[in-house]
T-cell receptor
Framework: AQSVTQLGSHVSVSEGALVLLRCNYS??????LFWYVQYPNQGLQLLLK??????LVKGINDFEAEFKKSETSFHLTKPSAHMSDAAEYFC????????????FGQGTILTVHP | DGGITQSPKYLFRKEGQNVTLSCEQN?????MYWYRQDPGQGLRLIYY???????QKGDIAEGYSVSREKKESFPLTVTSAQKNPTAFYLC?????????????FGPGTRLTVL
């Protein structure tokens, strides 16, 4: 069965600092991996996805993630945090069957300090 | 603009009452999904549907029911059998049935049981 672990339920950074949100996955099949962002009381918006085309995936708002099979990781990074990046971030893995079902991690709340 | 709408945004229910949450999409997507979100638990799949007049139970279907009479609509009923219905409910849709496709999310409905 596929599963996702996000290390750190809360991450706090200063504006302009590096953002690193960690995601480790478990999958019995080649995974499809996603990062979504959620602003308070809103739905989820896709940041980026990995579908085996390239291990370094670039997304919106200067976010990127690197797929590392040996480490079963798909960490999300951004070189310089902005106040508007404050939100909750979810990593998700495809369950490897049809129907497009996803398994989500528990989420990481990112706080950005001035 | 194409997208997913959910209504109402906030919903209050007395114990013992059934309530129905609306989800409509004009993206012409085949697949639709209902998730429940609780703090610190990520998103959990309630029901999903690949085509009209067909739907499947997700991981936490007990106490919920759905219908899919039209491609663009996928309402969720929270029944009195659901023991702890207070949560944030998210509807999503996806084009096709592939496992690498992204899901698009609505803005959510926050249900509170009084």
């Amino acid at each position: 069965a596929q599963s996702v672990t996000q290390l750190g339920s809360h991450v706090s950074v200063s504006e302009g600092a590096l953002v690193l949100l960690r995601c480790n996955y478990s999958s019995s099949v080649p995974p499809y991996l996603f990062w979504y962002v959620q602003y308070p009381n809103q739905g989820l918006q896709l940041l980026l996805k990995y579908t085996s085309a390239a291990t370094l995936v670039k997304g919106i708002n200067d976010f990127e993630a690197e797929f590392k099979k040996s480490e079963t990781s798909f960490h999300l990074t951004k070189p310089s945090a902005h106040m508007s990046d404050a939100a909750e971030y979810f990593c998700a893995v495809s369950r490897g069957t049809s129907y497009g079902k996803l398994t989500f991690g528990q989420g990481t709340i990112l706080t950005v300090h001035p | 603009d194409g997208g997913i709408t959910q209504s109402p945004k906030y919903l209050f229910r007395k114990e013992g009452q059934n309530v129905t949450l609306s989800c409509e999409q004009n993206l012409n997507h085949d697949a639709m999904y209902w998730y429940r979100q609780d703090p610190g638990q990520g998103l959990r799949l309630i029901y999903y549907s690949q085509i009209v007049n067909d739907f499947q139970k997700g991981d936490i279907a007990e106490g919920y029911s759905v219908s899919r009479e039209k491609k663009e609509s996928f309402p969720l009923t929270v029944t009195s059998a659901q023991k702890n219905p207070t949560a944030f409910y998210l509807c999503a849709s996806m084009v096709g049935q592939g496992i690498g496709n992204e899901q698009f999310f609505g803005p959510g409905t926050r249900l509170t049981v009084l």
